[in-house]
């Protein structure tokens, strides 16, 4: 892998793929106390860098293998960027996807013009049913990460960010099986040798963490990056990350959680968990991050709507600007209006309203209210809690 042969792809795929901005954040720059930009590659027509590495490859087959068709395995945006380009030029692709990948993708997969097929429960497995599948038609295995000419199609980043702002001094770029970060390591440190780059990686799958540094932690278990659920590094990837990258960071998913929500609410863009995963990292770990402009890769925004819609309410739960109140109430007339009306007072909005009257824990004159409330902080929630428990009543709050 060398600058010359990501400049090479950067050719072939010119007008297949967008050059996306590098924007100033101002949000994340103060809460951070970082100079903050965000590379949107959320904004590929795909909704992901995956693109560039599908486009990167299929525009180096020959006649002979763009008829015959491609196969590829994918959790979703390597399928989509495949299945794209493959449409637009005339390949027949195959995409083979683990069991569990979000509708959304899989539909968007189809979309595009690839043909599905479910097989495995692991990008592992799946990748092993790819293989399969390929040596018994003929098609041409695209790998998502461990291949070189992919691997410069996503290296194009690195220049495109060098370029825009060639004063940055840290790149924090997703890590999964390492295509993306392998790519820009090499482009950025061509441009500027002292430029740093991080990677970001789910702690529940220190793939690339565990190739770099001879350590054999577990992988497995619900992510919501599930884009960089990958149990197994590749195999070029990790050479190239052992000589061009300065360190792999872990991140938890709460700090994913808190990454998507707060590129929904501060940043006004969508991003799927592996895409939020750098801004994770600058949450996780800011003294790495402080008084440096630092640039995070803000790889992906296909995330399942319903996700998203949950991981933002989570988030208001855990700021305490929605709670949910269970409280025993005697079963007679007004006992649920003063309830209410200590919430109206305060200026809290019911979202949500459950009285019932036949649990067995409560005596047979009373009833159990839950009701759901949206308010402006921690401090106001503790406001309402205290008048409702002056009025009379013992509030418990349900734990998110």
Known sequence: MSAESIQAARTRTAGLVAVTPTLHSLALSQLSGAEVYVKYENMQHTGSFKTRGAAAKLTTLTDAQKKAGVIAMSAGNHAQGVAFHAGRLGIPATIVMPKGTPFNKMRKTRDYGGTVVLEGDTLTEAAAAARRIGAERGLAFIHPYDDEDVIAGQGVIGFEIMEAHPDAELIIVPVGGGGLI???????????????????????????????????????????????????????????????????????????????????????????????????????????????????????????????????????????????????????????????????????????????????????????????????????????????????????????
Do not use: W
């Not at 702690?203 to 278990?221: E, F, R, T, V």
């Not at 960071?249 to 991003?271: F, Q």
């Not at 819609?309 to 739960?317: F, P, T, Y």
């Open 182 to 400: 392998a790519g820009i390591a090499v482009a950025a440190k061509s441009v500027k040798p002292g430029v740093g780059i991080l990677g970001a990686e789910s702690a529940l799958y220190p793939s690339m963490k565990n190739a770099i540094s001879n350590q054999h932690a577990p992988s497995g278990g619900a992510t919501v990056a599930e884009g960089i659920a990958v149990a197994d590094a590749g195999t070029l990837t990790t050479a190239i990350v052992k000589s061009c990258v300065d360190d792999v960071l872990l991140v938890s998913e709460a700090n994913l959680e808190r990454a998507i929500s707060m590129y929904a609410g501060a940043g006004k863009t969508v991003a799927e968990g592996a895409g939020a995963a750098p801004l994770a990292a600058l949450l996780q770990y800011p003294d790495r991050v402080k008084g440096k402009k630092v640039v995070l890769v803000l790889s992906g925004g296909n995330i399942d709507p319903r996700l998203l819609s949950s991981i933002l309410m989570r988030d208001l739960v855990r700021a305490g600007q929605v709670l949910t109140l269970s409280i025993a109430l005697p079963d007679r007339p007004g006992s649920l209006e003063a309830i209410t009306a200590i919430c109206a007072s305060e200026g809290a909005n019911v979202i949500e309203v459950s009285h019932r009257r036949l649990g067995l824990d409560l005596a047979a004159s009373a009833a159990r209210l839950d009701i759901t409330i949206e308010t402006r902080d921690q401090d106001h929630a503790a406001q309402i809690i205290g008048k409702i428990r002056a009025a009379g009543f013992e509030p418990t709050v349900h734990e998110p």
